[in-house]
Nanobody, 123 residues
Framework: VQLQASGGGLVQAAESLALSCAAS???????MAWFRQAPGKEREFVGA???????YYTNSVKGRFTISRDNAKNTVSLQMNRLKPEDTAVYYC???????????????????WGQGTEVTVSS
């Protein structure tokens, strides 16, 4: 499956932004996730949504970010609220048919990656 992330842009701190990830095929059997990579830093886990729609987030975004999926449209969304300058990064969507819960936060668990969309949050 091919993944295409979109929706990035420049926003001010405390504003909201919604990212979308469109898949070229059916994703109902995939664990889907968002990662991000800030300049000069490693790519890090943001959150994931399981096949059964359970969601998991890194601590720094809990309560601010929400992941959702629409299997009928083969899309995954990342709603980002109360954005902070430290959220500035390139955001990547990822998918996996084989990931298990304990590995959701690991980059190596995902076979498929989108190209990334840039989010800049100004203070």
């Amino acid at each position: 499956v091919q993944l295409q992330a979109s929706g990035g842009g420049l926003v001010q701190a405390a504003e909201s932004l919604a990212l979308s990830c469109a898949a070229s095929g059916r994703i109902s059997r995939y664990v889907m996730a968002w990662f991000r990579q800030a300049p000069g830093k490693e790519r890090e886990f943001v959150g994931a949504i399981s096949r059964s729609f359970s969601t998991y987030y890194t601590n720094s975004v809990k309560g601010r970010f929400t992941i959702s999926r629409d299997n009928a449209k083969n899309t995954v969304s990342l709603q980002m609220n109360r954005l902070k300058p430290e959220d500035t990064a390139v955001y990547y969507c990822a998918g996996s048919q084989r990931a298990i819960l304990s590995a959701y936060g690991s980059r190596s668990a995902y076979e498929y990656w989108g190209q990334g969309t840039e989010v800049t949050v100004s203070s």
